[in-house]
């Protein structure tokens, strides 16, 4: 195959933002969670990662460029991903080209990446699910794999465990799981985007600084110190996904408001009980809390639902 082609798929996926939060790894090599989570994605149209991937025989290695910037795919995470999708490579053929590429052949050639966000990246508003969705999704594409989005959302986990919940529109849920090796911690569609098409959600970004902690040192830390992570995992997690499901499939707002909230305000709560705490929100994020708590007492039944995160606010 010594001939010079290029064969290249671009794919866009959006960023999601948990209403059930996912919170603190049983296994962080394999990025498997302590609790299900529940997801709603937003418009493609607004905050979403774009994609090409392409493959040569004249590439000599893999490379990724993000916003313009060569980054490195040496991580363990874009590893896996790579690693997981050559694994289920099959035969492409594209007949304009004359080329046919065999799935031993996967092994030999080398992809460049080519990624954008149209929104900030590291910044909160979770690049990183929609980064890595859309990395497995195109490159999933361009080898030919035969696997549904459910099972290519576990190899979306691998590089970050929100990115899972990406790879379709809507509501979605994450199964934790209870295998060791992960196979059955993937992402299911809920219901589709159309379901609920009167539900809007607002970000306001309330602090241009970049977080202290990361999501994964945050939520280690969790795990190791925080008796109300346990205590949330094991007690209140299982009956609020159940309630949720419920609320999202009846358009019950009241309920949907209610523990959206409760799950964002004991999410902070774990992060206070870790050791040392951890602080995500700032006073602009306290005070957008009460006005909002106001405003839903005020007007008799809740109107708007807010859940603070990582410094930022969606209503
Ligand atoms: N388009 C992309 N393609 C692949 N990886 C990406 C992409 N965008 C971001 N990432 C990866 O995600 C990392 C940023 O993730 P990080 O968790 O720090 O921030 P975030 O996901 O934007 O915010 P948060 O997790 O707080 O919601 C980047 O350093 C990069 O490794
Ligand atoms: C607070 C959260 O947004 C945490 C997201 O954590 P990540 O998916 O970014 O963490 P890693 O799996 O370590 O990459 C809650 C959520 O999105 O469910």
Redo the contacts with the bound molecule.
């Keep these: 195959m010594g001939e010079t082609w290029v064969l290249m798929k671009t794919a866009q996926t959006p ?1 999601n933002i948990a209403v059930i939060k996912y919170w603190g790894k049983r296994d962080e090599s394999l990025i498997l969670p302590v609790n299900d989570s529940i997801s709603v994605t937003l418009d493609p149209a607004h905050l979403c ?3 090409t991937v392409a493959v040569s025989p004249v590439f000599q290695q893999d490379r ?1 460029w ?2 313009g910037k060569e ?1 490195s795919l040496s ?1 363990g ?2 590893q896996s991903c790579l690693r997981e999708i050559r694994r289920r490579a099959s035969e492409v053929e594209d007949k304009e080209k004359g080329v046919k590429i065999e799935k031993k052949d996967w092994e030999k050639l080398h992809v460049h ?1 080519a ?3 149209n929104f ?13 969705a ?2 497995v999704f195109a490159l999933a594409k361009l080898m030919n794999v035969k696997e549904d989005e459910s099972q290519l959302s576990a190899i979306a986990r691998q ?2 465990g ?1 990115a899972c919940r990406s790879l379709f529109g809507g509501f979605v849920k994450w199964i934790m799981g209870k295998e060791e090796d992960g196979s059955d911690s993937v992402a299911v569609q809920l219901v589709d985007e159309k379901h609920w098409d009167d539900l809007f959600i607002v970000i306001a970004v309330v602090s241009s600084r ?2 202290e902690t ?3 040192s945050g939520m280690r830390e969790s795990v190791e110190t925080s008796l109300l992570l346990q205590h949330r995992a094991k007690e209140v997690v299982p009956k609020r996904i159940l309630k949720m499901e419920e609320a999202i499939k009846n358009h019950s707002f009241e309920s949907f408001a209610q523990l959206t909230c409760a799950d964002s305000n004991q999410f902070h709560a774990v992060c206070l009980d870790t050791c040392p705490p951890i602080f995500y929100m700032n006073d602009t994020s306290h005070r957008i809390i009460s006005y909002v708590e106001k405003w839903n007492r005020s007007e008799g039944s809740p109107r708007w639902h807010i859940h603070l ?2 410094g ?1 606010m969606q209503f």
Excluded: D, E, H, V
């Excluded at 900030?120 to 890595?132: D, E, M």
């Design positions: 960023t990662t774009t994609t990724m993000l916003n980054i991580g995470r874009f990446i990624s954008y966000n900030p990246t590291a910044a909160g508003l979770a690049s990183s699910a929609a980064g890595f859309c990395l590089g970050s929100s970049q977080k990361s999501s994964t995160m990582l930022r």
